[in-house]
């Protein structure tokens, strides 16, 4: 492979670790939600307090077990299939031109400006989102 198509390869391996780490939340979730109504099926009205204590504890275990799962498996250098999880980090942050776009352990360039660009741009939108969502919410609750 020549280092543009590592560059994309790589690109595509960080996007799919993105939408498995949410989908993981997602999943813990849905774990806790299904062990609820399960228990509500099982032992209807009066849910035993270890059911819900085990149910909850099991759909946020199932979170960071997807997260650690994918984070092994995709965050990867497509040639020497080194993991580069720390180099990922770097190239997230602000600071990212400071940091090596080669992989640490064979030396082709994986990373190139268009992934730093793209993860600001979101890390943005996530956070100015996250700020409505909660400023919403706090002026229901002051109407209230």
Known sequence: ????????????????????AVSGL???IAVIV????????????EVPGW????SFAVGIATIPVIGFWSTFE???????NGLVVFQV?????PLARRYSKECRH?????????F????????????????????????LRMGQ
């Not at 543009?4 to 670790?17: C, F």
């Open 1 to 20: 492979m020549d280092d543009t198509d590592l560059t994309g390869v790589m690109l595509a391996r960080i996007r799919k670790h993105m939408i498995v």
């Open 26 to 28: 997602v999943a813990g």
């Open 34 to 45: 299904v062990g609820r109504l399960l228990g509500g099926a099982v032992f209807g009205a």
């Open 51 to 54: 059911w819900r204590g085990l």
């Open 74 to 80: 995709f965050l990867r250098c497509p040639s020497c």
């Open 89 to 93: 980090n770097a190239q997230a942050s």
């Open 106 to 114: 064979c030396g082709k360039t994986i990373f190139d400006d268009r």
């Open 116 to 139: 730093s660009r793209r993860f600001r741009v979101v890390q943005m939108a996530v956070f100015f989102g996250t700020i409505l969502f909660f400023g919403g919410l706090a002026l």
